[in-house]
């Protein structure tokens, strides 16, 4: 079998359930678009067929990708997506459709690339999203069932605050989030976020104020933070940080 794909340096793979590859399938990626080829001889088609799994839809890198909590609404997936092209994207898996997503929700107001996307429930359900130049913002998602028999959900995204910047360094960028919500009934959550310049920062979000508030920050790191993370104990919660060196 041959098939052209552009390039032997390009990212691929194949896969078969038999030497004689009656069941088979190629994947490669070429100019941001993966193509998947498929050969099942069992059936009435002979040979490769090709494709498309998901076209670009973000137009650059994707860099953070979250699922939204099933408590939003039931028996539905929602996520949310954003990238290099500073593009929120809030989406619905569609299965029963030919794309098998539905985008309910576009919204473009970071001014450089969205590298980190957290979810938290406390009155509200709340996305954080952050990354170049320090922007870090929370926006107030709200679904609901729909009527129709297409299946897709009534979905509301509304920017409820803007986090402010501290570094003199234009060039920080926030490499990574976890939130939670530590008094949901209050609409409190913390955010740990760590920095490019190796800084830690541990932020209050009061809902009800629609205010972030810094509750402590050091410089544990000598070089540049890649990930955070956090682990709740019986009354203590533990966060956990990586980093380039």
Not at 169 to 198: C, Q, W
């Amino acid at each position: 079998v041959t098939i052209n794909c552009g390039g032997g340096h390009r990212c691929w793979g194949f896969s078969t359930k038999d030497a004689k590859l009656n069941k088979s399938a190629f994947a490669f990626i070429r100019k941001e678009v993966l193509y998947a080829y498929f050969r099942d001889t069992s059936s009435v088609t002979d040979g490769f067929k090709e494709s498309i799994l998901q076209s670009n839809y973000h137009g650059r890198e994707v860099r953070a990708l979250r699922f939204l909590p099933s408590s939003l609404c039931q028996d539905v997936l929602l996520f949310a997506t954003g990238g290099e092209d500073t593009i929120l994207r809030i989406q619905q898996y569609t299965p029963h459709t030919a794309s098998k997503f539905h985008t309910h929700v576009s919204i473009r107001k970071h001014t450089t690339v969205i590298k980190n996307i957290d979810c938290s429930q406390g009155m509200s359900t709340l996305l954080f999203t952050s990354g170049g130049l320090e922007e870090f913002r929370c926006w107030k998602v709200e679904a609901s069932p729909s009527s129709s028999n297409n299946g897709l959900v009534h979905l509301n995204c509304l920017e409820v605050a803007t986090c402010p910047t501290l570094s003199v360094d234009i060039e920080s960028r926030i490499m990574d989030t976890t939130a939670f919500a530590i008094a949901p009934n209050k609409g409190l959550h913390i955010i740990g976020a760590v920095y490019s310049d190796a800084m830690i920062r541990f932020w209050l979000f009061n809902e009800v104020t629609r205010k972030f508030c810094l509750v402590a920050d050091g410089t544990w790191h000598a070089k540049c933070i890649l990930q955070i993370t956090h682990v709740k104990v019986g009354d203590k919660v533990y966060f956990l940080t990586s980093a380039t060196d």
